[in-house]
């Protein structure tokens, strides 16, 4: 497939793009910055929430899907992350639609549901929206603007609900929510490549002995994690924010310190 990958020179993007690659995909760069050094495919220094500058990249390359990593992975404002996230989004969306493009995969996040109690036990595909933050309403707006394109036009879009995406979890609620990377091209691949899925969402995370996501929307793609947490658990220090951060799904973006006006800083 000949796939862009928008914000490709970010974390998750130098990684997915390299991974892509090793799958035999031709991979096509996009983000606001020039390639990392070392960059051998084609690379377009655009804001994807542009919608001119994503069209005019869109009348330039032939492509069979768009894997979209561009955004702020932190909370902001209400209208940056909307911004950032939801019209990044709908620029692409509506290039896709021009141009025939029929697959969407997105890297949407936990804290689309991080309100929700850990009491509630296991997370499955159906739980409904509960964002813990802005960034985490501007996910859910993003899946939202997915599935209306999937029922309107018949893309299909999968969102990629991650935990926390790192080499190696950093703290007991890492435990849970890593996703390694070798897992992460796992999932953006079997998002890619899965027979017609329509609309779905999967949960981003390793095969974790500690996870309270489930991992069956994801089998049911293909996406079938090989790394577990666990093996790291031994190195992990307990941290005074740990009992806090067990509280909601979202750890610490449920806590007290993110409460701040929707439309201030
Ligand atoms: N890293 C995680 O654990 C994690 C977890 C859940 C969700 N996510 C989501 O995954 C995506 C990527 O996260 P990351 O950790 O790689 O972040 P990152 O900041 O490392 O990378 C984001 C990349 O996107 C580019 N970018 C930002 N806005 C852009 C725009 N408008 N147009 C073009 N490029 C733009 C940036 O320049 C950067 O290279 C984000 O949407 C984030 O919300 C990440």
Redesign the pocket.
């Known amino acids: 497939m000949r796939v862009l990958v928008?914000?490709?020179?970010?974390?998750?993007?130098r990684v997915v793009t390299v991974g892509l690659a090793e799958h035999g995909h031709e991979v096509v760069g996009?983000?606001?910055?020039p390639p990392p050094e070392g960059t051998t495919f084609a690379w377009h220094e655009?804001?994807?929430?542009?919608a001119d500058a994503v069209a005019a990249v869109f009348a330039e390359e032939r492509l069979d899907a768009v894997v979209?990593?561009?955004?702020?992975?932190?909370e902001r404002s209400l209208p940056e992350e909307l911004?950032?996230?939801v019209v990044?989004t709908a620029a692409l969306l509506d290039a896709m639609v021009a141009h025939d493009v029929p697959r969407l995969v997105y890297?949407?996040?936990?804290?689309a549901v991080g309100r929700t109690p850990r009491a509630d036990g296991e997370l499955t595909e159906h739980a409904l929206p509960r964002p813990d933050t802005y960034?985490g309403v501007a996910?859910v707006a993003a899946e939202a603007l997915m599935r209306l394109f999937a029922d309107r036009h018949g893309i299909d879009a999968v969102s990629c609900?991650?935990?926390?995406?790192?080499e190696e979890p950093t703290s007991v609620r890492n435990l849970s929510t890593w996703?390694s990377h070798d897992d992460g091209v796992r999932m953006v691949e079997a998002a890619l490549t899965a027979p017609a899925p329509g609309y779905a969402v999967l949960y981003?995370i390793s095969a974790n002995t500690r996870a309270w996501w489930d991992l069956e929307p994801g089998r049911r793609l293909g996406y079938e994690p090989q790394d577990d947490a666990e093996r790291f658990a031994d190195r992990i220090e307990p941290g005074p924010q740990d009992e806090a951060e067990a509280q909601f799904v979202g750890g610490p973006y449920a806590t007290a310190q993110f409460h701040r006006p929707a439309l201030g800083d």
């Open positions: 928008a914000g490709a020179a970010g974390s998750l993007g996009l983000d606001l910055v655009a804001d994807c929430a542009d979209h990593l561009a955004g702020v992975p932190e911004t950032s996230h990044t890297a949407s996040s936990n804290h960034y996910k609900r991650i935990g926390s995406f790192l996703l981003g």
